[in-house]
């Protein structure tokens, strides 16, 4: 009787539950938790920092790049032929020839002046070789200051009154109207990356107008001259 009393008052182990060892994992586990959250924020925030500054690189650069293309004090260059020639065909020098003998003719059989026929003579042959010379390719430089350079010789903007802009056959060139009133016009092509620059230099100095061929241009397009 006393037996079996005794063994109700006997002591038994505590066997841990499987909740109590899962939950002793998950603190484990929860515990080295913000370690890798720290190691996470610190990539994390090194990474903006570094997206922070390559835009501000970006910026600063881009705003450089803009400084330099509006300010008019720095001078821009540009290489260009000095003329642009057409194709011509066999027609082409058939016509001159017919035109040429046309002039030729009036000037010895109504005018009777040979010195005048011989000038058409002189002029046609030097058309001809003219057209024949391929053009070459110069180096133009504009600044506020000095003006602008063909090769080495210089046109000062003080002798010019005004400029325009004309496109003839997809190409661009500027035209630079002289002070003095039979002076022929200065006409410049420049390629179209570098227009931008070259108006706002000259029109930090000459008013811009807007001019439209003249009878000699139209000639001069249509012979392809």
Request: proline share 5%; aromatic share 10%; glycine share 4%.
């Amino acid at each position: 009787m006393n037996n079996d009393g005794n063994q109700s008052n006997y002591w038994k182990p505590e066997v841990p539950s499987e909740d109590n060892t899962t939950l002793e994992s998950q603190e484990i586990i929860s515990s080295q938790h913000p370690i890798n959250n720290e190691s996470q924020l610190s990539d994390s925030s090194e990474a903006t920092t570094e997206d922070a500054s390559i835009q501000v690189d970006e910026n600063i650069e881009s705003q450089t790049n803009e400084n330099e293309n509006t300010d008019v004090t720095i001078p821009v260059d540009w290489i260009a032929p000095e003329y642009f020639v057409g194709a011509k065909g066999k027609m082409w020098y058939f016509l001159l020839g017919i035109i040429a003998a046309v002039f030729i003719a009036v000037s010895i059989f109504v005018f009777q002046s040979y010195s005048f026929a011989i000038l058409v003579l002189v002029m046609a042959i030097a058309l001809v070789v003219y057209t024949k010379r391929p053009p070459q390719e110069i180096k133009y430089t504009l600044s506020v200051q000095q003006g602008l350079y063909i090769g080495d010789k210089l046109y000062n903007l003080q002798d010019y009154k005004s400029f325009s802009i004309v496109q003839n056959n997809n190409r661009n060139f500027i035209e630079l109207i002289p002070i003095k009133r039979f002076s022929p016009a200065l006409s410049v092509y420049f390629p179209q990356d570098a227009g931008e620059r070259i108006v706002d230099i000259l029109a930090s100095r000459l008013p811009m107008e807007q001019t439209k061929p003249d009878i000699m241009d139209k000639i001069i397009e249509k012979l392809r001259i």
